[in-house]
């Protein structure tokens, strides 16, 4: 693999969260960058970077995004664990078959080594371990999960059959700055959004649902690590390693920003696992890798940056 | 769940070697049974058994199929091991995707369990541990392996979220009559009618490559024990338990035969896995199940099924 300051890399899925912070951290470091992706959230974010607006099921939108590179980041997300339920094959069509196309491509255009987002909160279902290695069970229990660990598959078809070099991260419940509240899944964003409004919190179940948060710089360096990588494994999870419940998140919240706000609690759904941490052991190994900012640190530049969103009006 | 004098079944897949002598076995003992397929292999043996002619893609025929059925026998395989690496997303898209429909149509229809037929030869991928139990990783290296596995994942969701009981069988290498030569899939089957027609017999490699032959009477024994299990596993491997290789094949076709026939080597498919033979402890345990017939009186029915067929001119 080439050492990052010779890579010519694409970031597919680069307008979201993940992608516009590992465009952030790419762009100084690398020989050329191509974002690709549907829309750009933060479009001054992106300043300057070269930019491909399309969609992912077109194949000839993603033939030309990877044309000329070598690494490509693939960040996509055409749904959310919470919509992959509702039309299952819907989200089998959205994510796998084009990934699929997106992999025939890669091999045609001479990449050499695709970088792969999957998730480590949805991937192994209810886990019987936990802090949960990668050597567990795969039994996801959303139509999200199987679609990450089908592609997962697939990378590694792909370097069996034809060479093309994989790394897998499945990431636990990545936040900072560039999280939107939107599509319901950064619940730090949304919390931080919400207290920010002074409207009310909003918990889904009784607060003690537990999940791996970790900083997003943290999670952009092992992707960093991930693109170099030289060593025999594949998939690594990339967490904190410790778990916070919703109750945690909250009180964490009140104290970055100093408010008290009102909470409401609803009904929890059937599908929420309770309980999500990571064994992050591979990655300290083999990737050199470990998370570098404090979960209160990482709190305190988030809600820096949740406020300063809210005060030029550009928060979504 | 009913028992089998209860059961109202549908077979999808019905018209092909396994699916051939599952309706046979079931027809004398369930309430009903109806027959789901493109096209019948040997529309004699399934004379008199309620037939529906249609294309597992097309939803309003399987809707139709497993209409007023409690028990869904789902044995469509739409591609082969070898023709699926050629076009991964055809795989995909002929096999999962319809799959995703038909658990759709099982919901609506009212269907309690779905037994599904698995691939124990190509879902683990290269073997780290030989005999393979069902807990062994499952990396596999054609896309035929990962739709099924796929498959398989999404078989447990639809337990998980809307109560559709379901049992997985890793079959291993089946033989036995009803078998054809005709998709490159039965080793034994394409042997067997090269050596009746006293044609060369064809050996990719060097005749090493093992595998786990299990008969088929046994294999139907095993779907029938699934479709009434009440234990806790899901999946299980159905085997002989004891791997042989193609030279042994030969050596056994020799025998049974009496005819000492010309073989022929060509180079090696670079898919191919040396050795696969499955731990069928689990379906001893927890289905009650084992393989009652030898091998060698397996290749005795088989081989005079083979001539029978050929004499009548009905070998495909």
Redesign the interface.
Known sequence: MPHLNNMRCAVLGAGGFLGTNLCLALRPRVASLRAFGRRQSFPSALHGIEWISGDFADPTSVAAAISGCDTVFHLVNATTPASA?ID??AD??SN??PT??L??ACREAGVTRIVFVSSGGTIY?MPRQVPTPE?A???????YG?SK??IE??L??YE??HGLQYRVLRVANPFGPYQTSLKGQGVIAAFMHQCAAHEPIHIWGDGQTVRDYVYVTDVIDALLCAAEHEGASRVFNIGAGQGRSLLEILDAIKQVSAQSPEVQFSPGRS?DIPRSVLDISLAREELGWQPQTSFDEGMRRTWAWTIAQQQEGTAP
């Open positions: 339920n299952k094959l089998l069509q796998v078959a699929l196309r992999l025939e279902g050597t069970p795969t039994d996801p229990v959303t139509a199987i660990l089908a598959k697939y590694g078809l069996y059959l599908v």
